[in-house]
């Protein structure tokens, strides 16, 4: 008989214009009447500013992530507005304080906006905590306020739901030789998200319409219902992850700017549904099609970086088994697998 198992999940989903207008409806219902909202220091905070204008009532504080000196407030529930910085630091704001969470993004370039989980780089500073998990008690994904966030952005959005092919895979790969807890529904979710997003790509990678916009926000939130029924980010983070957050942790102690995390993740799952001996060709050529880099100098990474990151990449979470196995790839299989996927 198995262990009892519980899951968290968002409880309120608005999508669509003028979501972030109904943060006062939501306020109401859970009586809540102080809120510190974390967001970022230019375009995000005008963003938060302007909403929280129009929630009559309630006692706003607004933090910019530049102005954050402590994790501790006795405010009645976090808002989260902006990108990825704003949202994991609402996250763990929320964890640290045990408050309700409300997640406002301005973009929607990866599976973070539903996620319960922080990034891995975020997580890893601020390992005391332990594992940091939190799931939005709300999701106000208000698409007219998206569709300004630069197309890079967007298409990493896109990036980072095509790793669910090669995540779901390893999770799988987990599961037969490691004996894994494996959640057939979690990693359905998980490549249902993929589905809409690979069969779609061509079309809304423009994101000159709504709806675009819509369909990658609905898949994004679906990867973070997976997590939170699977307890871990298993279903949407495996070996293509952990080749974008090794690419991430050298270019945050070297220095190296202009990195995409959507973009990493594309080209770690063409790399790694290559090493599966998945049909590699043709998600390279959804890639393409989502108007992503297929080559690592149009990421912004050279050959150097990248083989260190695929002959590292396993070290990063030893407790997490995917195609990369206990010892990783060698230098020369690392470059045997780029040059055959033609990534240089």
């Not at 510190?36 to 933090?63: K, L, M």
């Not at 004996?179 to 069969?199: F, M, P, Q, T």
């Not at 150097?304 to 695929?310: G, I, M, N, Q, T």
Request: proline fraction near 4%.
């Amino acid at each position: 008989m198995k262990e009892l198992e519980s899951f968290e999940v968002p409880r309120y989903v608005l999508f669509g214009p003028g979501a972030a207008l109904k943060l006062g409806d939501i306020l109401s219902k859970i009586g809540a009447k102080k809120v510190v909202v974390i967001t970022g220091p230019t375009a995000s905070r005008r963003i938060a500013e302007a909403i929280s204008s129009q929630v009559e009532g309630v006692d706003f504080a607004i933090i910019s992530t530049e102005e954050m000196v402590k994790m501790k407030t006795d405010q009645d529930v976090v808002v989260g507005i902006g990108g990825g910085k704003p949202l994991d630091l609402a996250k763990v704001t929320a964890y640290v304080n045990k408050k309700p969470l409300i997640v406002i993004p301005t973009s929607a370039s990866h599976d973070g906006i539903a996620s319960p989980y922080v990034s891995y780089v975020l997580n890893r500073k601020l390992s005391e905590y332990g594992k940091i998990a939190v799931s939005p008690l709300a999701i106000l994904a208000d698409t007219k306020i998206i569709m300004g966030a630069p197309p890079r952005l967007l298409r990493a959005g896109i990036g980072d739901l095509l790793g669910k092919a090669v995540s779901v895979r390893d999770w799988a790969l987990a599961h037969r030789v490691k004996g894994e807890d494996y959640s057939e529904y979690a990693a359905i979710l998980a490549k249902a998200s993929y589905n809409i997003v690979a069969r779609n790509a061509a079309k809304i990678s423009e994101f000159k319409q709504e709806e675009d916009v819509r369909t990658l926000v609905k898949a994004l939130i679906g990867c973070g219902v997976a997590m939170g029924i699977a307890g871990s980010s298993r279903p949407c983070s495996g070996s293509e992850h952990l080749f974008a957050h090794a690419v991430e942790l050298y270019a945050e102690e070297n220095g190296v700017r202009d990195i995409v995390h959507g973009e990493l993740v594309a080209l770690g799952a063409i790399i790694m549904a290559y090493l599966h001996g998945m049909n590699w060709r043709r998600l390279k050529q959804v890639v393409k099609k989502a108007g992503l880099p297929t080559r690592l100098k149009d990421a912004g990474i050279d050959k150097d970086v990248a083989v260190h990151a695929l002959t590292t990449a396993h070290k990063l979470r030893p407790d997490r088994y995917t195609i990369l196995g206990e010892s990783g790839l060698s230098r020369d299989a690392a470059e045997r697998a780029l040059e055959a996927t033609g990534l240089i």
